[in-house]
Every structure is written in structure tokens, then in C-alpha cells.
């Protein structure tokens, strides 16, 4: 009579196999994960923008540019986190109207705005604070824009004309000087 247990693979050879693919399981998790914070860097390289506070309490935002030339950082509006696109040809703050709705920012007034995809209504409003890195705006004007897709804010003017900004290189320097108290 035949042995029954000629036909079983040795003990523990099932788990061996189970553990060489739960490991590469892993290692791809983690080459993913690896590759998509790479990636994150390359859109926006100032997760935490490098902040600092200079001579009569100017505090000033070194920014470094993406891969595509632009500035993004990370930065908060009446404070939830936002990722900011600097744009010196937005007259305001310009903030999609999904991501408003999340902040709990109120409509002021209607209006219209001219865009690169042509004239839009929107809706003015207030933030009563603007983040980035150590400078801290108050009462910033700003247009919320319904059509704008993603989570990107505009950095405007509005907020801009308040601080100086000098480029060198692949860096903008921001420098604010906050008003007496």
C-alpha cells in the first residue's frame, strides 16, 4: 500500500513560499511608496518651506523651484493645510471652489475673472489668515473660482504685494515684515 503522506510537500514549505511572496509583497509596497514621495518632490520641493527671522523681526520663506520652474509649497489658509502655486499674474488669491467649501469660506460677492480659459464667474471673499512657512497674512482678499479643478491655490498679488521676493538661481526669497503690535 502506497504512503499517503509521499504526496504532501515537507513541513513548512507552504509557509517558505507564503513568506517569499508576503517579502516581495513588501518590497514593492515600498519601492511604490519610495517612488511616489520622489515624485510629490518633484511638483512641490517646499513641503516645509525653509523660514527664518532677520534683522527688525523680518521674517523671510526660501522657496526652490519644482522641476518645471515653478514655485508650489505647502502653506494654510484660516488653517487647513493647502498647497500653494505662486503666480505673480493672479491679481488675487485664487482658491477652487471644492477646496473653499472645505475651508467654510464665505461667498462676499459675485464677480467675474479673466483666465487663461477665459472670462469665469467667482465669488470674492476674505481669508482671515494666509500661511507660508513663518509669514503669517491677515485678512488676505481672495476669488474663489467653482470651475478651477484640483486642490492648488493661486498665490496671488493680493497676498505677493505684501512681502519682497528676490530670485537667485533656483530659489525665491520671501521677505515679510510684519506691522508693529
Known sequence: MPDPSA????????????MLLLFWLSVLGLLALAFG???????NPNPEPESATG???AVEVVLRRNRKGHYVANGHINGTEVTFLLDTGATDVVVPGPLSERIGLESLARGYA???????PVHRTR???LGLGAIELRNV???????????????????????????????????????PR
Open 114 to 120: 479673466v483666465t487663461a480659459a477665459g472670462t469665469v
Open 37 to 43: 514621495r520622489w515624485e510629490e518632490a518633484q511638483y
Open 127 to 129: 481669508l482671515e489668515s
Open 55 to 57: 534683522p527688525g523681526g
Open 7 to 18: 504526496d504532501r510537500p515537507p513541513p513548512g514549505r507552504g509557509a517558505g513560499r507564503f
Open 141 to 179: 482678499n481672495a476669488t474663489i473660482n467653482p470651475h478651477m479643478e484640483g486642490d492648488g491655490v493661486l498665490l496671488g498679488m493680493s497676498a505677493l504685494r505684501q512681502v519682497e521676493f528676490t530670485q537667485r538661481g533656483e530659489e525665491l526669497r520671501l521677505r515679510y515684515h510684519p506691522p
